[in-house]
């Protein structure tokens, strides 16, 4: 069984700055792309950020310059650093990891979510 936790999350002013994480635990062989991806209220979950396991990082548009993804393969995490918040950011923060687990199948695990609010 393979888990993610995602922690990071609250409550932050505009223009403020909060760093999002999510951590893979079980039976994991290897991992390939890790993502974060958010909802907000009455939207699609849209994609916010990528990171390859050869570091290729892919943005949405409206977070370039201001989010950074990066990734720490010796404990199966990935990190979202989130700067110069605007409350358009505001919804709920999805990791995904794509993962090979030991018995050898491979496919994508969602964390729980955690919840970002910039509101003044």
């Known amino acids: 069984q393979v888990q993610l936790v995602e922690s990071g999350g609250g409550l932050v002013q505009p223009g403020g700055s909060l760093r999002l994480s999510c951590a893979a635990s079980?039976?994991?062989?290897?991992?390939?792309?890790m993502g974060w991806y958010r909802q907000a209220p009455g939207k699609q979950r849209e994609l916010v950020a990528t990171?390859?396991?050869?570091?290729?990082?892919n943005y949405a548009d409206s977070v370039k310059g201001r989010f950074t993804i990066s990734r720490d393969n010796a404990k199966n995490t990935v990190h979202l650093q989130m700067n110069s918040l605007k409350p358009e950011d505001t919804a709920v923060y999805y990791c995904?990891?794509?993962?090979?687990?030991?018995?050898?199948?491979?496919?994508?695990?969602w964390g729980q979510g955690t919840q970002v609010t910039v509101s003044s």
């Open positions: 995904k990891q794509s993962i090979h687990t030991v018995a050898g199948a491979t496919r994508d695990y």
């Open positions: 079980g039976s994991i062989f290897s991992i390939y792309a």
């Open positions: 990171i390859t396991n050869g570091v290729r990082t």
